[in-house]
Nanobody, 123 residues
Framework: VQLQASGGGLVQAGGSLRLSCAAS????????MAWFCQAPGKEREFVAA????????RYADSVKGRLTISRDTGKKTVYLQMSTLKPEDTAIYYCAARPSAVITSAPRTYDFWGQGTLVTVSS
């Protein structure tokens, strides 16, 4: 399984970015794709997740209304649309996958990880 994240960059507060994560080699169509973030000196935190087959989603409270997770099943890609960005959103964003139909928020429950993409929000 390979997850390739992209789309990070430098943006001013209030701006937008769209992260992408291309997945390949998934053993079945039943899995969860998620985004986590890790700021310097902090633990990796759950951001959002989506059930690949059914499309149900879950968000961390801190991002509800600002970030939207979606997927393109044809392109096997999951997206994180980030809007109204804040300096505290600055972090490395990782995509992850778990072969399950149940969305979880704990990083240890995800089996596959991408390399991360850096998002920097300036004030």
């Amino acid at each position: 399984v390979q997850l390739q994240a992209s789309g990070g960059g430098l943006v001013q507060a209030g701006g937008s970015l769209r992260l992408s994560c291309a997945a390949s080699g998934m053993p079945s169509s039943t899995y969860i794709m998620a985004w986590f973030c890790q700021a310097p000196g902090k633990e990796r935190e759950f951001v959002a997740a989506i059930n690949w087959s059914g499309g149900s989603t879950r968000y961390a409270d801190s991002v509800k209304g600002r970030l939207t997770i979606s997927r393109d099943t044809g392109k096997k890609t999951v997206y994180l649309q980030m809007s109204t960005l804040k300096p505290e959103d600055t972090a490395i964003y990782y995509c992850a996958a778990r072969p399950s139909a149940v969305i979880t928020s704990a990083p240890r429950t995800y089996d596959f990880w991408g390399q991360g993409t850096l998002v920097t929000v300036s004030s």
